[in-house]
């Protein structure tokens, strides 16, 4: 499957953006999709993720109350809706693909670090402006 991230751009404090992540090739519904961010400086972190089928959903807690992640199998797409954005929001945003069954009944509850996704988009820049 490749990627493409979509959606990234500059917003005032308190704004609000939906990044696509868009899916092509192999069959979208056998992947979990994380969404990850880097800010300048710093290492890469988790944000967010669905499990297969959109089974289940994984925020984390810098973002939780403010971010949420879904996924559309029809439309083979990923997306994670940013609201009241902060500076410190500010990033490159990938979203991530793997095959991990995380979230499904049987097995674990929590999505996989990111050294599990196989396949990465090319990020998309938010920049949030105080």
């Known amino acids: 499957v490749q990627l493409q991230a979509s959606g990234g751009g500059l917003v005032q404090a308190g704004g609000s953006l939906r990044l696509s992540c868009a899916a092509s090739g192999s069959n979208f519904r056998s992947y979990a999709l994380g969404w990850f961010r880097q800010a300048p400086g710093k290492k890469r972190e988790f944000v967010g993720a669905?499990?297969?089928?959109?089974?289940?959903?994984s925020i984390a807690d810098s973002v939780k109350g403010r971010f949420s992640v879904s996924r559309d199998n029809a439309e083979n797409t990923a997306y994670l809706q940013m609201n009241s954005l902060k500076p410190e929001d500010t990033a490159v945003y990938y979203c991530?693909?793997?095959?991990?069954?995380?979230?499904?009944?049987?097995?674990?509850?929590?999505?996989?670090?990111?050294?599990?996704?196989?396949?990465w988009g090319q990020g998309t820049l938010v920049t949030v402006s105080s």
């Open positions: 991530a693909a793997t095959h991990n069954t995380w979230g499904l009944p049987g097995t674990a509850v929590t999505p996989p670090p990111s050294d599990v996704y196989v396949t």
């Open positions: 669905v499990s297969l089928g959109g089974v289940s959903e």
